[in-house]
């Protein structure tokens, strides 16, 4: 079982930035590949951000430019730097973890991110 614990979301003006962390429970990121997610009221679950465990990266267009996902292995953590922030990034964003091998997956608690003035 793995448990994925995000921190970091807020309230923020546009054009301003956050950094998301996600805190896993144990040393996962050589079998699984980690993501961020994000859900805004009435609207689906969409990919924000993802990360291979070769360390590859892949990024909505609509993020591209203004968010950088990475890790710190030593931390077993994942953040998601969040830069020029406009309205239609508020969401619930969710931590991701998928399991290389299977469809395994695992999701953090969401940490709500508004971005308003």
């Known amino acids: 079982q793995v448990q994925l614990v995000e921190s970091g979301g807020g309230l923020v003006q546009p054009g301003g930035s956050l950094r998301l962390s996600c805190a896993a429970s144990?040393?996962?990121?050589?079998?699984?590949?980690m993501g961020w997610f994000r859900q805004a009221p009435g609207k689906q679950r969409e990919l924000v951000a993802d990360?291979?465990?070769?360390?590859?990266?892949n990024y909505a267009d609509s993020v591209k430019g203004r968010f950088t996902i990475s890790r710190d292995d030593a931390k077993n953590t994942v953040y998601l730097q969040m830069n020029k922030l406009k309205p239609e990034d508020t969401a619930v964003y969710y931590c991701?973890?998928?399991?290389?091998?299977?469809?395994?997956?695992?999701w953090g608690q969401g940490t709500q991110v508004t971005v308003s003035s």
């Open positions: 991701n973890a998928h399991l290389k091998y299977g469809p395994v997956n695992y």
């Open positions: 144990g040393s996962i990121f050589s079998d699984y590949e």
């Open positions: 990360m291979r465990s070769g360390g590859s990266t």
